[in-house]
């Protein structure tokens, strides 16, 4: 079973999300999916990972990369089984993506991350160019996520264009279908 709770969303106090969490962790997930709009903002969010991780629950963390800090990148790369930064905001993914291959780089494990474009309603144009050269600069980039609205031929397209190294996926409502090697 896995659970997404949308903790930025809540706005709630660090009481109230420790017990929250504990509810969670009571239910044995195999993984909690924090997101709900910029969960990096959420006082206490270390504390709720390291609750999750220490339980053996795997935590996919759903970010823009806004209120990312270099100072965090260690701790959620080792803390967090799968970083997924949306593309919403492309400039604030770029450089969370940045800081994570950095990061990565760093470290003999970390989390598996990429870019989620599933969310993308402007700035088609920048994910050619993303796949074509970007992807290939974050050497430890693990997937790009697309939604299948782009439309199937331009999905292929981009497809094509990624390392052969990088996960690509096209999200549909039921399902995804993979690049094959």
Request: charged share 20%.
């Amino acid at each position: 079973m896995d659970i997404t709770w949308d903790v930025a969303h809540a706005r709630l106090s660090h009481e109230r999300m420790l017990h929250i969490a504990r509810a969670l962790i009571s239910m044995r997930p195999d993984s909690v999916t924090l997101g709900g709009g910029e969960p990096l903002g959420v006082p206490g969010l270390f504390e709720i990972v390291e609750m999750f991780r220490a339980a053996g629950i795997g935590v996919v963390l759903r970010t823009s990369g806004k209120s990312l800090h270099p100072s965090m990148v260690r701790t959620l790369l080792v803390s967090c089984s799968r970083i997924e930064v949306c593309a919403m905001a492309f400039t604030h993914a770029l450089h969370a993506l940045h800081l994570f291959d950095i990061g990565a780089a760093k470290l003999d494990r970390h989390a598996v991350f990429g870019l989620d474009a599933t969310g993308i309603r402007r700035g088609f144009d920048r994910l050619e160019d993303f796949c074509a050269t970007t992807a290939f600069e974050l050497r430890h980039l693990g997937f790009i996520a697309f939604s299948d609205t782009i439309g199937p031929d331009h999905a292929q397209y981009l497809q094509s264009l990624a390392p052969q190294t990088v996960r690509v996926t096209v999200e549909t409502a039921n399902t995804s279908v993979v690049r094959a090697r």
